[in-house]
């Protein structure tokens, strides 16, 4: 089981930045994969980016890819999301998920691969 807590979220002008903190419980996080996705209101969840077991790998959603960096600190049981150039259309509630498959796959791409989640943390970009 492991549990995972968001953090980091905000109110922010276009063009800014946050970083999102994710919090995992457990001795086991070196060994999953980790995902982070975003859900607007009357929207589904939507993919923002991946990162397997060791941080060696990473995968971004399109319209996100080159603005956003996603990385981990296994001593700290912690992943990240850097958010850079931040659009009002980024505005949504952010949640990080653990899949313990630990190794990407195209299917990482997919709520549905992950086991876990977070309560989730608002971001919120004003123009």
């Known amino acids: 089981q492991v549990q995972l807590v968001e953090s980091g979220g905000g109110l922010v002008q276009a063009g800014g930045s946050l970083r999102l903190s994710c919090a995992a419980s457990?001795?086991?996080?070196?060994?999953?994969?980790m995902g982070w996705f975003r859900q607007a209101p009357g929207k589904e969840r939507e993919f923002v980016a991946a990162?397997?077991?060791?941080?060696?790998?990473?995968t971004y959603g399109h319209s996100v890819k080159g603005r956003f960096t996603i990385s981990r600190d296994n001593a700290k049981n912690t992943v990240y999301l850097q958010m850079n150039s931040l659009k009002p259309e980024d505005t949504a509630v952010y949640y990080c998920?653990?899949?313990?498959?630990?190794?990407?796959?195209?299917?990482?791409?997919?709520?549905?691969?992950?086991?876990?989640w977070g309560q989730g943390t608002q971001v919120t970009v004003s123009s």
């Open positions: 457990g001795r086991t996080f070196s060994s999953y994969a």
């Open positions: 990162i397997n077991w060791s941080g060696g790998t990473t």
């Open positions: 998920a653990a899949d313990d498959g630990g190794d990407l796959k195209y299917s990482s791409r997919s709520p549905g691969a992950y086991d876990f």
